[in-house]
């Protein structure tokens, strides 16, 4: 079975895709935002809580605000046989000003300690 048609080119039907980290995804764009909808994923855990199957349907957001200085992300994750409706979570990431940098490491945005992860770094 097709998915429905998205960028101009279909999904391959499940049968025809070896589940992966990746799986396949397909774009658009929808009122200003960016969709990605990807199927085929491997077996394994879900950030944010959940599971997945290769049958899972992960749909992103991806959406500028008016004054360009956040970016909002979606995830809806989609399985009848895992969720008894769609798991959906967002990030919401800011800009920094010109100059500033970012560590390499995870950081829990709800944990005071880690929510100034993104420093500026000193001005001279």
Known sequence: Q???QRDGRAHP???RI???AV???TGRYEGGALVVETIGL???NVTAGGWRTPETRLTERYRVSPD???LTISYTWEDPKV???AHTYQIVAERTPPGSWAFESWCDSSDPSQRLSIVPPAQK
């Open 2 to 4: 097709q998915a429905a």
């Open 13 to 15: 039907a499940l049968s």
């Open 18 to 20: 070896t589940p992966n």
């Open 23 to 25: 799986g396949h995804s």
């Open 42 to 44: 491997a077996q394994g």
């Open 68 to 70: 360009g200085q956040r």
């Open 83 to 85: 969720y008894v409706k």
